[in-house]
């Protein structure tokens, strides 16, 4: 199978990595995929952890945009200046509801900012005992591997209060329809579902 040839942006963070990554005072240096010292098992390890990056950094940009969105959202819904001349009930209820939804947008970016930490973690891991496999290079591999299980109980934590605060959300959704139901029988306006959304 012939290895994959990294993007330039791959490169650029790998190659920092590389300068920057130290574990008891010695860098974990970079393999590359066309190392001709590595098999090519090897060289699909190290390709599989470059990915791993580039997988993990894209969706932290994604939930990091998601969550600047849904706080953009909260304000544009909480300013809108028919809730308290129609329903008070109707406001605190979406009130409630744009402060869980921030909530879960916050967990979620800070999942996957733990888990591009993870990916880097495990990178470093997957360099270290690649070079020591194929006496390259020695390295201490207990902290990296310290690092790894950290990141993954941490990004567990997280996962436990994303599922607490998604059940959260579900009684402030409908305690939202009933507050909107008489928002509606007051005069509101019905279209402020798609403010909503």
Known sequence: ????????????????????????GKQVKALSIFDERLPPDSRRWV????????VARAWRDEMRAHHADTRRWKNEVVAWM??????????KAIDTLADQRLTIAELERDKAETQF????????????ETAMR?????????????????????????????????LTLEKVEAEWWRAFAEFVKLGGRGEVLWVTK
């Open 1 to 24: 199978m012939k290895p994959r040839i990294p993007t330039l942006l791959a490169l650029a963070l790998l190659g920092a990595l590389s300068l920057s990554a130290a574990c008891g």
């Open 47 to 54: 390709a599989d952890a470059d990915d791993q990056i580039i």
């Open 82 to 91: 028919e809730w308290p001349q129609k329903s008070a009930a109707a406001r």
């Open 117 to 128: 930490d993870l990916a880097l973690a495990k990178w470093e891991l997957v360099m270290a």
């Open 134 to 166: 194929h006496d390259i290079a020695i390295y201490e591999l207990a902290p990296l591997e310290e690092r790894v299980k950290g990141y993954r109980a941490e990004i567990e934590s997280i996962a436990k209060e994303l599922e607490t605060e998604k």
